[in-house]
C-alpha cells in the first residue's frame, strides 16, 4: 500500500504560481508512473500530467506549456509546477501513483488549488 500525500496547494491570484508536492511512502523507482489529477465542483476527476519511471511526461492540453510536473526519486516526491494559473484551475488536486504489479492505483487525500483575485 503506497501512502501519498500532497501539500503545497492555496489561494493564488490569475497570473500567478503555485507548486504542488507529493511525497511517497516508498521509492517512487517501484512505480510505474505518477501523476496529478483535479476535480472541480460538479465536474468528473480528470488528468492534468502524469510521469513515467522512465521520466516521460503527458498533459493535458488544457494546462501545456503553463503546468511542469518533475520527480526527485532520492526524496520519493513528485512535484507540480503551475505557472499562469487561471480561475478555471481552481479545483482539487490529487496525487495518483500506479503501481507495476496489476496496474494497482493509489490516490492522496487531495490538496485545493483556487485562483481568485
Known amino acids: 500500500q503506497v501512502q501519498l500525500v500532497e501539500s503545497g496547494g492555496g489561494l493564488v491570484q490569475p497570473g500567478g504560481s503555485l507548486t504542488l508536492s507529493c511525497a511517497a511512502s516508498e521509492s517512487i523507482r517501484s512505480l510505474r508512473a505518477m501523476g496529478w489529477y483535479r476535480q472541480a465542483p460538479g465536474n468528473q476527476r480528470e488528468l492534468v500530467a502524469t510521469i513515467t519511471s522512465g521520466g516521460a511526461t503527458n498533459y493535458a492540453d488544457s494546462v501545456k506549456g503553463r503546468f511542469t510536473i518533475s520527480r526527485d526519486n532520492a526524496k520519493n516526491t513528485v512535484y507540480l509546477q503551475m505557472n499562469s494559473l487561471k480561475p478555471e484551475d481552481t479545483a482539487v488536486y490529487y496525487c495518483?501513483?500506479?503501481?507495476?504489479?496489476?496496474?494497482?492505483?493509489?490516490w492522496g487525500q487531495g490538496t485545493q488549488v483556487t485562483v481568485s483575485s
Open positions: 495518483n501513483a500506479v503501481a507495476f504489479i496489476y496496474n494497482t492505483q493509489f
